[in-house]
């Protein structure tokens, strides 16, 4: 019983300590990110969401060695062992993710629109993500640690 416990607080600790780092993230790129939803027409808070989805905003493995804050695939590389698109800075990959966005057909028609789930919604629609319900419920817990 003791070793439960321990567990639970143990696991509550890592998870608050993990999130401390999200938000430090979160708080140094804010600016940058700012301005590219400025440019893209694409929320902030959407961004954010989907970095936070996706790789805890830079705290998974793949983010931290590939700055790949999005999940973002590309070729595969035998030298990387990944098919996942590797960047020299994160801010490399939050351009490429708005690009991805401004690429899709949903994009003319929400550009400008500050309603995060909207977009969601429509990524889910356009097939973002494979489990489309599962994915909007992760984001809306994502944006409810944004705000």
Same mark, same amino acid.
């Given at each position: 019983m003791k070793q439960i416990v321990l567990f639970f607080f143990l696991s509550?600790?890592?998870?608050?300590n993990a999130f401390e780092g999200t938000k430090?993230?979160? #708080?140094?790129?804010?600016?940058?990110?700012?301005?590219?939803?400025?440019?893209?027409g694409i929320p902030t808070k959407l961004i954010i969401g989907v970095g936070i989805c996706e790789?805890?905003?830079? #705290?998974?493995? #793949?983010?931290?060695? #590939?700055?790949?804050?999005?999940?973002?695939?590309?070729?595969?590389s035998r030298k990387k062992k990944s098919s996942f698109k590797?960047?020299?800075?994160?801010?490399?990959?939050?351009?490429d993710f708005c690009e991805v966005l401004a690429s899709k057909?949903?994009?003319?028609?929400?550009?400008?629109?500050p309603d995060? &789930?909207?977009?969601?919604?429509a990524m889910a629609k356009a097939r973002y993500a494979a489990n489309a319900k599962?994915?909007?419920?992760? &984001?809306?817990?994502?944006?409810?640690?944004?705000d």
């Amino acid at each position: 019983m003791k070793q439960i416990v321990l567990f639970f607080f143990l696991s509550i600790h890592l998870t608050a300590n993990a999130f401390e780092g999200t938000k430090e993230k979160i #708080q140094h790129y804010k600016p940058y990110i700012d301005s590219l939803s400025a440019h893209y027409g694409i929320p902030t808070k959407l961004i954010i969401g989907v970095g936070i989805c996706e790789s805890g905003f830079g #705290q998974s493995k #793949q983010s931290i060695k #590939q700055n790949n804050y999005f999940g973002l695939r590309g070729k595969y590389s035998r030298k990387k062992k990944s098919s996942f698109k590797f960047y020299n800075r994160p801010e490399e990959s939050m351009v490429d993710f708005c690009e991805v966005l401004a690429s899709k057909n949903y994009y003319h028609k929400l550009k400008g629109n500050p309603d995060a &789930m909207k977009w969601t919604r429509a990524m889910a629609k356009a097939r973002y993500a494979a489990n489309a319900k599962r994915w909007i419920s992760l &984001m809306k817990k994502s944006f409810a640690r944004i705000d």
